[in-house]
């Protein structure tokens, strides 16, 4: 064998293992990269020195979640069974006298502790139709109770309940009277099952008036939040950055049931005065003026004489109530009550509501130009005192020729004695029809109606009404006085077209 060959073979043979030396060497140190390597997370803050303010208020929120949520309490609520149920979307299908049974039902909502022995405040339609030993309480530390009714307000959608405990955690009451829009507030209850939720937002409005009962006598005088508010939190607290309470939940305005950012609380300063009489009697006696009323808007002020749309206007005074006595009119407009300005009805409903009867309040009242004071002795509601409802069947009066005033949308006939009869008037026109969208459309009024007056003019026939009507320019204001198949006075201010 020649050298030649030998060398190459040697060379090769060298290359060789110094490769596998390197594979080898860099295998063993990427395992030992896998094995060894550890990440070291970055835990030091961004943000050195944050915002003491936005710190402070981040301290607060913990700090009133942890004082206030031991307070609120979760609500159970298992109703009684309902037989003979009747529900008008089955006449469809089953007729008129279709009825069936509901089994009992359950619900939940919340409860905020006012006393160290077991007194809860929370909403009316938390607790309504509940049965016997039906409610049940749940504190933050999970122990459970039965729960006495003691007594309810629909006026103002307030319960109270009573559990037999005590050293109980007591919520801190504030003042509603001092809140303001803008200020951050916490919604703590039970929403969606999901016990002890804390949300926070801010007071987006005052004095809101919502009407959820349906009752004209009820207070509609709610704290609107954007709070995240859900079913469930009905009755929980909602507190400022003290962790006071300023309002019980009670409802959110929603078109799918769940939250799209509008909450509604009601005041606790109506609260706990209701709950107080509640726990001292288990009712309420609340006095009454016996009046129909609304809020005073542009067209209605421009009518009557107002220099600019204030106060509450009287639609309607009820016979033998409190305002008639006192001498009240339809069309006059209540500027105070007690020296306290108001200028929505709902203001009116609330200073009144907090009153009894036989307390007298104090009213400016403005009336055909002038301002005078009226004392009024308030009474208990009484049915008797209500309009009542007439469901006569309308005749159309087709007999007569009807005037149609194209410009602002409605036409009228004479009446006869049927309507008179019917509507208990001696006087008026009836509204045979009204267009839709027009300006009568759209400030009130509708077919059906009577109207007795027109501009404090009382009106015998159509050509009184189309003579009060032919004297006034575009822009002129027509206010009607009408009753309405009900027999409820309404005033209806039209702007000429």
Known sequence: MTKKPLIAGGTLLLIALVFSAVLIANFSNLKTLVAGSQIEFKTQPPVQNSNTSLKGLNDAFVEIAKAVTPSVVY?????????????????????????FDLPPQQGSGSGVIISSDGYIITNNHV????????????????????????????????????????????ASIGNSDDLH????????????????TVTAGIISALGRNINISGDSYSINNFIQTDAVINPGNSGGALVDINGMVIGINAAIKTTNGFYQGYGFA?????AKNVAAELI??????????GIQIKDV????????????????LVQNVIKGGAGDEAGLQSGDVILSVDGKEVNAANELQTIVGSKHPGDEVKLLIYRDGKTFEKVV??????????SSLNNEKRKDNTEFKAKTFEKIGFSVVDINDEIKRNYDVSNGVYVKDVANF????TRGLRAGYVIIEADKKKIESVSDLESIISKKDKGDILVVKAVTPSKEIRLIAIEIQ
């Open 75 to 99: 609500i159970e609520v298992t109703t009684e069974a309902k037989s003979n149920f009747h529900d008008k979307d089955f006449e469809f299908f089953f007729g008129p006298d279709f009825k």
């Open 127 to 170: 607790v309504k139709d509940a049965k016997e030993n039906g409610i049940k309480v749940v504190l933050m530390d999970k122990r459970e109770f039965k729960a006495k009714l003691i007594g309810t307000d629909p006026n103002t959608d307030i319960a109270v309940i009573k559990i037999d405990a005590s050293d109980l955690s007591v």
């Open 181 to 196: 829009v803008g200020q951050w507030v916490l919604a703590i209850g039970n929403p969606l099952g999901l016990n002890n």
């Open 266 to 270: 009601i005041p606790i300063n109506i």
């Open 280 to 289: 001292k009697s288990g009712k309420i006696e609340r006095g009454y003026i």
């Open 297 to 312: 808007d542009t067209k209605e002020a421009k009518g009557l004489g107002l220099d600019k749309p204030k106060g509450v």
């Open 377 to 386: 002795k308030l009474k208990p509601r009484s049915d008797s005192q209500s």
């Open 438 to 441: 027009s300006e009568a459309f």
